[in-house]
């Protein structure tokens, strides 16, 4: 009954390649989110979703990009990856009778070698 | 812009004792004010909001947060630290109201509770 599911929990890549990251709420919420939490737990927002619209998008490089097949999903497909792209990536989800409330997946430890 | 500062890396108390984790917050129009804690290798856990109404907010595992208005801040609270309490908490800011936008965490304190 896991209500923010993320896989792969850990991710090790080397530089240059091509990775998706995939998010699942079953939470029935509407918008998404996807977070990066970096070496010194930083958080930081990336992009979030709202009935497969994109809402926000933060000052990311454009080889990170979200997809959102329905409105249960939001995945993040990372192109041409790079040392600094190592970091934990979270997604989360709220929906619109607590907006507020953000539900956070386990994260998604992604290591660029 | 809106931003958050945690001015304390860690914070140590005593099992027992009351705890403050301190937030202050900066937004250009009405604040949305909230705490997530983290345990090691997990996500983060939304543990109580301010929109409105009462300055004092409870929330989950008997913490607290009281809203100042004036100090832009808004601390945690608990008046008995467990050692199940130690992890790392997040203050976190949102001008919008709307939920859509995503929030401004801060750099997260440590809290140490020893037994």
């Known amino acids: 009954d896991t209500a923010v599911s993320q896989t792969p929990k850990y991710l090790v890549t080397q530089m240059g390649n091509d990775k998706s990251i995939k998010c699942e709420q079953n939470l029935g919420h509407d918008t998404m989110y996807w977070y990066k939490q970096d070496s010194k737990k930083f958080l930081k927002i990336m992009f979030s979703y709202n009935n497969k619209e994109l809402i926000i998008n933060e000052t990311v490089p454009n080889r990170f990009s979200p997809k959102s097949p329905d409105k249960a999903h939001l995945n993040l497909h990372i192109n041409s990856l790079e040392l600094g792209d190592s970091a934990v990536y979270f997604c989360?989800?709220?929906?619109?009778?607590?907006?507020?409330?953000?539900?956070f997946g386990p994260g998604t430890r992604l290591t660029v070698t | 812009a809106q931003s958050v500062a945690q001015p304390e890396d860690q914070v140590n108390v005593a099992e027992g004792n009351p705890l403050t984790v301190k937030c202050t917050y900066s937004?250009?129009?009405?604040?949305?004010l909230f705490w997530y804690v983290q345990y090691p290798n997990r996500g983060l856990q939304f543990l109580l909001k301010?929109?409105?109404?009462?300055?004092l907010v409870k929330g989950s595992y008997g913490f607290e947060a009281e809203f100042n208005k004036s100090q832009t801040s808004f601390h945690l609270k608990k008046p008995s630290a467990l050692v199940s309490d130690s992890a790392l908490y997040f203050c976190a800011v949102s001008d919008s109201g709307g939920g859509a936008d995503g929030l401004t965490f801060g750099k997260g304190t440590h809290l140490i509770i020893q037994p």
């Open positions: 937004v250009s129009g009405n604040p949305y």
């Open positions: 989360a989800s709220s929906g619109t009778a607590h907006p507020y409330e953000q539900y």
């Open positions: 301010y929109i409105t109404g009462d300055n």
